[in-house]
């Protein structure tokens, strides 16, 4: 069965320093990947999205960006986080293409001070 | 860019009442997804339509997609305890996954 592991699941971070937010999938192959962040008690903005290795689609401007180094790991990172970056974020991936559901993983919750 | 708007972004409801939450998005859509979270959860996939007037059921949730693909509603009947949550759509189009805001659903006991 398909499993998507994300973490770390918590982190509190000052204004300015860097961020690495992991996601790995197992038990699929190709997977679409996303990026999404929610503020609290707001909706869903995608951030990223990949269909393949290398492939990055970015939806918002910002001092955030993506990877994807294999076909079922995808990072988020910053160089330099603004106390505006702080939110829960989401990994998912899907199978298929144009359709099929969305399967989540926990969620990483970022605090910037 | 696509937006997909959904409204009331807040509803509180005595139990046993009914719900009903509405999106519209500014493009036409694949699909439209509906998906619930719970307080402190993430997103969990509800259903999928795909098909122009699409309706389906759920125990007591009826899905619609509009006629051109451009809005979807969801209904809870006789809403419950277990019901509370943030119900979002997310609005489909080629790789893109748009969630609208949510809607936010507060029971009354």
């Known amino acids: 069965s398909q499993t998507i592991h994300q973490w770390p699941a918590t982190l509190v971070q ?3 320093s860097p961020l690495s937010l992991e996601c790995t999938v197992e038990g699929t192959s190709n997977p679409n990947l996303y990026w999404y962040r929610q503020a609290a008690g707001r909706g869903l903005q995608l951030l990223f999205y990949s269909v393949g290795i290398g492939q990055i689609s970015s939806e918002v401007p910002q001092n955030l960006s993506a990877s994807r180094p294999q076909d079922r790991q ?3 990172s910053s160089k330099k986080l603004l106390l505006s970056d702080s939110g829960f974020y989401l990994c998912a991936w899907r199978g298929g293409r ?5 399967f989540f993983g926990e ?3 970022l605090t910037v001070l | 860019g696509q937006q997909v708007m ?3 972004q807040y509803q509180h409801v005595q139990e046993g009442e009914d719900f009903t939450t509405y999106c519209n998005s500014s493009t036409t859509l694949s699909n439209i997804q509906w998906y619930k979270q719970r307080p402190g959860g993430h997103p969990v996939f509800l259903i999928q339509l795909v098909k122009s007037g699409e309706v389906k059921k759920q125990k007591r949730l009826t899905f619609q997609f509009g006629e ?3 809005n979807s509603s969801l209904h809870i009947t006789a809403t ?6 943030t119900y979002f759509c997310a ?4 790789d893109k996954i748009i969630f609208g805001k949510g809607t936010r659903l507060h029971i009354l006991p």
């Open chain 2, 68 to 70: 051109a693909k451009k």
């Open chain 1, 14 to 16: 000052p204004v300015g």
């Open chain 2, 6 to 8: 959904q409204i009331p």
């Open chain 1, 74 to 76: 995808f990072i988020l």
């Open chain 1, 107 to 109: 969620g990483s919750r």
């Open chain 2, 80 to 85: 419950q305890t277990t019901d509370v949550g």
């Open chain 1, 98 to 102: 144009n359709t099929g559901e969305l």
């Open chain 2, 91 to 94: 609005g489909n189009r080629d």
